[in-house]
């Protein structure tokens, strides 16, 4: 046996690794929940420094855009055309101003209409023809390279007809003629400024950055610090207590949780409520056979006599059957109450023929004591939803009782009808009826109330019995949803004995024609 166990505990070698891995390992609320706030956070982080980065450029090279326009603007007026020759009035100091910086080099260029080199550094590239004719005095700007360093290049053209001077004549129906002024530096201070924009939003991020985690991590411990304190109490909890957790004292969040822990804890405390409560049946009840075998077992011991050992051994025997059915009932009632939908399901049946199927089981019984035993049932078939093993008991219970309760050359009738009720959609629906009746005493109407419960017995009935019959019927009824009614006997045509007449009442059903699951033997 212990090999078999070892055996048992250890992993299937069969079954694949990775779902024995994720048996074992245990999933962490905090950290899915960590997870998921942290990885966008550091995915969009470098995307932030990315867009920064971009948006630190664009602000860097406006003012020195802004610088170039206004350097292209004043050289582009010292541009003019004197008898068909285009000449600049720049000074030797005014070029040196030009090109003043500490940082970049700054380069220009003036051409003539046919590309002609008027003033400038030869080496500055012309932009790249355009489609649209060009506007003199609109500045552009166009990135190039310059000795091997990228340069920033603002341009513009200028109308050489109103720069004519005064000794030569202007044809203002003549074609225009512009000449192209450039003016380009390199991106040193530009790249300077952008890594100056980006420091000084970047180096901040590093240090927001950990004071974020650090509040993310301090907010998800005090979010879920109720679920620590939710387990707290129940640790605390006695073995015994099976009281509903206070629900009121969680997150909304967590309340479908203490809910459904609360529904079990219910269903727990009722079980074990059903399991004391049949203990304490059993020991009262199993007190009184007991008792009597035992007194009649000490009695056959000191009789001498055999007729009387053979008396006592008639009592003995009728207690240990008293015991018998007893214990039996005391079984069928237990399970009765933990019987549920979940644990057994229900099916489909025809109830006239099941009642018949069980109605056959009783009939040699019913030869012992001569009574008649009837069975009585509809041409049509009377479908339920039950559980046919608890449907059994309850019809075996009914079907004894009245035979224990009724005289000899009496009348026991068990019948099953329909009440079906027609509709404009031709679907029937109605009761399914079940009626065992007797020509017993009858129960008077002040103890029908009383003997559903359980080892409740009526005085004077002349008849022994557990008390539990009645009560097993009530329980298997309660969860078929069905009623159960007792009235006299309306057959009965002794007045001594009007005997009684148990009515199941079971659910709306429909009448379909169907093939009926007759799997109840």
Known sequence: MRD?????????????????TEERVQRSLFGEILDWMLVPLLLLWPISIAITYVVAKSIANQPFDQALDDSVTVL????????????????????DFLRADDVDNVYYLITGPHGEYIDGDRDMHTPVAEDEPAHPGKVKFW?????????????????????????GSADKQERPRVALVQVGETLEKRARLANEIIKGVIL???????????????????????????????????????SPIDSGQVPEEISPLVRSLNDMLSRLSLSIQTQKRFIADA?????TPLAGMRMQSELALRQTSQHDIHRSLEQLAKSSE??????????????????????????EVDLSEFARAVVQDWVEASFGQRIDF????????????????????????????????????GRVTVRVRGEWAENSTAVARGFAILEVEDTGPGIPPAERGHVFQRFYRILDSGRGGSGLGLAIVREIAQQHDAQVTISYNPRSSEPELPGSLFRVTFRLLEKPALDFNSDFH
């Not at 020991?283 to 007190?287: E, R, T, V």
């Open 204 to 242: 901040p991020q590093f240090l927001i950055l950990p004071i974020a985690l650090a509040l993310i991590w301090f907010a998800l411990s005090r979010g879920l610090s109720p679920l620590s304190e939710l387990q707290q109490r129940i640790r605390a909890r006695r073995p015994d207590d099976l």
């Open 76 to 95: 582009s007026q010292q541009v003019s055309e004197v008898n068909g020759k285009v000449l600049t009035r720049l000074t030797t100091p005014s070029r």
């Open 143 to 167: 990135d190039s390279s310059l000795h091997g360093s990228d340069v920033r290049i603002a341009y513009t053209y200028v109308d050489l007809r109103n720069t004519v001077d005064a000794g």
């Open 322 to 347: 008293s015991a018998t059915r007893l214990v039996n009932q005391l079984l069928s009632l237990a399970r009765a109450e933990n019987q549920s939908q979940e644990s057994a399901p229900f099916i």
């Open 374 to 409: 009837g069975f009585e049932q509809d041409e049509q078939p009377v479908p339920v939803l039950c559980n046919p093993l608890m449907l059994r008991e309850l019809l075996g219970n009914l079907i004894d009782n009245a035979l224990h309760y009724t005289p000899v050359e």
């Open 4 to 20: 078999a166990q070892s055996l048992a505990a250890q992993p299937n070698p069969s079954a694949p690794a990775a779902a024995q």
């Open 283 to 287: 020991a009262h009840q199993m007190k």
